[in-house]
């Protein structure tokens, strides 16, 4: 509390969400110079602690509202860049950082925290994912897995600070470099939460062209992978068709975080994106877990 002004008073009506998100920010920022037109772009969608937080006082609706989660890092590390939270479900933090990244493009600022944050603080979103049939029996996510029957649901947080090449310093480390981005919705579909395999597609060749890069340049695609029969067969698909396995000129290696973490719903993708750049520091991927058989779908 003392680190970022906070009362003890104050503290104890805050949403966790927002404990966590700006403590996690404040560790990416770390020793970078904060200028003061830092955006904060934060993925988000629980709003669990409205409904744990009992008693109301002067603090109730800021430290429970998802906008005040985005604002409070600008607010307490002094960053006056463009400052959103975004919900778009399971892409949230996903769709943060392609906002992130249009903003620095757009000179709105010269450098992004991009957060994804999620926390299981009741059993709500347990009783609702279970009557959809969402989740697995196990507790695994068995990610392109004959015997995927569903996900898991995870908890955590994670955060990037993204700037122009150009303006990386001498004493700054690059971790990944980001090509381009590109986002979409399904549109029309088998139901409301059915994705779309040639949505899909038109995403991935959007980002293809945009980078202007062929399919034969990708060797890893770090996938949704959410261990769902309904999901996991249209995702390859769309993958499939997008970068030709059978016509391929080398290997193409899907990987899947969730069979790992488990899936962290608004804070999956950042946590993918991590993933992903670790595998390119390390010169290796992980094996997918729970898959000794592959789907043949």
């Known amino acids: 509390n003392d680190k970022f002004n906070i009362t003890d008073a104050e503290a104890k009506y805050i949403d966790p969400h927002q404990r966590l998100a700006l403590e996690t920010c404040y560790e990416a920022l770390h020793n970078n110079i904060r200028q003061k037109d830092t955006g904060v772009f934060l993925g988000i969608q629980n709003t669990e602690w409205t409904h744990i937080s009992k008693t109301a006082s002067s603090f109730s609706a800021t430290g429970s509202s998802l906008s005040i989660a985005a604002n409070r890092i600008s607010y307490c590390l002094g960053l006056e860049g463009p400052s959103l939270a975004i919900d778009t479900a399971c892409s949230s933090s996903m769709s943060a950082l392609d906002a992130a990244c249009n903003a620095i493009y757009t000179n709105d600022c010269t450098q992004a925290l991009v ?23 196990n507790g695994r996510c068995a990610t392109f897995s004959n015997k995927a029957d569903g996900y898991a649901r995870a908890e955590g947080c994670g955060a990037l600070l993204i700037k122009r090449l150009v303006d990386v310093t001498e004493d700054e480390h690059v971790y990944a470099v980001i090509n381009s981005t590109s986002i979409n919705q399904d549109g029309k579909s088998a139901n409301l939460t059915s994705p779309n395999g040639p949505s899909q597609e038109r995403c991935i060749q959007t980002a293809l062209d945009r980078a202007g890069l062929s399919p034969d340049d990708i060797s890893y695609i770090e996938t949704h992978g959410t261990g769902t029969p309904l999901g996991d067969p249209i995702e390859s698909t769309s993958i499939s068709n997008v970068f030709g396995y059978s016509s391929r000129k080398k290997p193409l290696t899907l990987g899947a975080a969730k069979s790992n973490f488990g899936h962290l719903e608004a804070a999956a993708g950042i946590i993918g994106i991590i993933k992903t750049v670790m595998c390119l520091q390390n010169r290796q991927v992980p094996p997918n877990i729970h898959c000794d058989i592959l789907n043949p779908r």
Request: net charge negative; proline share 0%; hydrophobic share 40%.
């Open 115 to 137: 957060c994804g944050v999620d926390l299981l603080l009741t059993e709500n979103g347990y009783i609702g994912t279970c009557a959809a049939k969402m989740l697995s029996h």
